[in-house]
Structures are given as structure tokens and as C-alpha cells.
């Protein structure tokens, strides 16, 4: 059994840090070790960061983004096209798409996808929310940005299954070969999706 080197303090930073994606146990410990030999510099300012955020942050009810406001900054910028309407599986994506900054569209987020084989239903998700807002008018085009997965593409047909009564265009994401990449490198399914996908130069 390992020896303890630290107080429980840091120990708990450590395990805390060790669940963000991306640190695993030994990256935790060198981020732990960082912020606390930066203490004035790094650990306050981000403890006080972390507080401020565990008070002010808040899910939005219209389109499901995480925001110090209800409704979101993308919910409450007037410049947007409030006709179109990028569905999306997590936060993480709506933020990947603004980066993108592709498209001045509104969102809606799901909050995952629809799995049976892990308990999650249609109640689960955020599915009502949006197709309340499809029926109250105003929106033309549904773009359904979800994974290219089997979970992905359950949730994609069975929100397509929702709207069929609706005057709204449904479009989905293009999937196939990816700006910049080499066919040989490419797996068999997103080879022949990009074929089925193929468009007119």
C-alpha cells in the first residue's frame, strides 16, 4: 500500500481534479501540485472562479446551454435566425459550432442521446422542449447535428418521427470525408457515407 505524502486537503484536490475528462490520476497530481505552488497566482483566483460559477451558472429553458442568464447570451442575441434550429447532443457541441462560427442559428441541446441499452428514453432527454418550439411557428429548418452513432442516428429518426405532422424542413449534418483528410486513412463507413453524400461540383 502506497504511503501517504500529502494532508487529506490535497488529497481531495487530487481525486476531485482526477473526474474532469481528460485528467486521470496522475495528471490530476501534477495539476494539483501546480496549482499549489502557484497558490496566490493560480489556486484562489480559481477556487473564487469556481465559487463564483457554482452560484451563477444556470441551465437555459429555452435551448438547454449553460449560462450565468436564463435565457443564454445565444438565446437572447437578437441577431440570430431564430428560424433555424441546430439540434445538438451537449453543450460541448453547441460550443464546437460557434467556434465554428458557421452558421448565426439558434440551438436546442438534448442532453445526450437516446440509448435503451443504458435506461435512456425519450423522457430523458430534452425532445418535448424542442418540439414545443418547432409547434409554435416561426421555425423552417431543423438541422440535426448529432453523432454519426447508432445512438446518434436512433435519436436523429426518432425526432424526425416527432415533427412529421409540423411544416419544418429537417436536414441533417453532412458525414463523409473530412476537410483536409486522405481517403486511405478513411474507415469503410465514412467512405461510403461521403459517397451517398456526394454532391454536384
Given at each position: 500500500?502506497?504511503?501517504?505524502?500529502?494532508?487529506?486537503?490535497?488529497e481531495k484536490l487530487i481525486q476531485?481534479?482526477?473526474?474532469?475528462?481528460?485528467?486521470?490520476?496522475?495528471?490530476?497530481?501534477?495539476?494539483?501540485?501546480?496549482?499549489?505552488?502557484?497558490?496566490?497566482?493560480?489556486?484562489?483566483?480559481?477556487?473564487?472562479?469556481?465559487?463564483?460559477?457554482?452560484?451563477?451558472?444556470?441551465?437555459?429553458?429555452?435551448?438547454?446551454?449553460?449560462?450565468?442568464?436564463?435565457?443564454?447570451?445565444?438565446?437572447?442575441?437578437?441577431?440570430?435566425?431564430?428560424?433555424?434550429?441546430?439540434?445538438?447532443?451537449?453543450?460541448?457541441?453547441?460550443?464546437?459550432?460557434?467556434?465554428?462560427?458557421?452558421?448565426?442559428?439558434?440551438?436546442?441541446?438534448?442532453?445526450?442521446?437516446?440509448?435503451?441499452?443504458?435506461?435512456?428514453?425519450?423522457?430523458?432527454?430534452?425532445?418535448?422542449?424542442?418540439?414545443?418550439?418547432?409547434?409554435?411557428?416561426?421555425?423552417?429548418?431543423?438541422?440535426?447535428?448529432?453523432?454519426?452513432?447508432?445512438?446518434?442516428?436512433?435519436?436523429?429518426?426518432?425526432?424526425?418521427?416527432?415533427?412529421?405532422?409540423?411544416?419544418?424542413?429537417?436536414?441533417?449534418?453532412?458525414?463523409?470525408?473530412?476537410?483536409?483528410?486522405?481517403l486511405d486513412y478513411l474507415d469503410?463507413?465514412?467512405?461510403?457515407?461521403?459517397?451517398?453524400?456526394?454532391?454536384?461540383?
Amino acid at each position: 500500500m502506497a504511503k501517504r505524502v500529502t494532508g487529506p486537503e490535497i488529497e481531495k484536490l487530487i481525486q476531485l481534479l482526477a473526474k474532469v475528462p481528460g485528467l486521470g490520476p496522475r495528471s490530476a497530481r501534477r495539476a494539483a501540485l501546480h496549482l499549489v505552488k502557484k497558490k496566490d497566482q493560480l489556486l484562489g483566483p480559481l477556487a473564487d472562479a469556481m465559487g463564483e460559477a457554482h452560484r451563477k451558472v444556470r441551465i437555459c429553458s429555452c435551448c438547454g446551454n449553460v449560462d450565468t442568464s436564463d435565457p443564454c447570451t445565444v438565446c437572447m442575441d437578437v441577431r440570430r435566425d431564430r428560424s433555424v434550429i441546430i439540434v445538438v447532443e451537449d453543450v460541448s457541441d453547441l460550443w464546437a459550432l460557434e467556434r465554428a462560427g458557421a452558421m448565426n442559428a439558434a440551438y436546442h441541446v438534448l442532453g445526450g442521446t437516446l440509448s435503451p441499452l443504458d435506461g435512456i428514453g425519450p423522457d430523458d432527454l430534452n425532445i418535448r422542449g424542442l418540439v414545443d418550439r418547432v409547434a409554435e411557428g416561426g421555425v423552417r429548418e431543423l438541422i440535426i447535428a448529432v453523432n454519426a452513432t447508432v445512438e446518434g442516428q436512433t435519436t436523429a429518426h426518432y425526432i424526425t418521427d416527432q415533427l412529421s405532422g409540423l411544416d419544418v424542413r429537417i436536414t441533417r449534418l453532412a458525414h463523409g470525408v473530412p476537410v483536409g483528410g486522405e481517403l486511405d486513412y478513411l474507415d469503410e463507413g465514412t467512405l461510403t457515407a461521403a459517397l451517398r453524400a456526394r454532391t454536384a461540383i
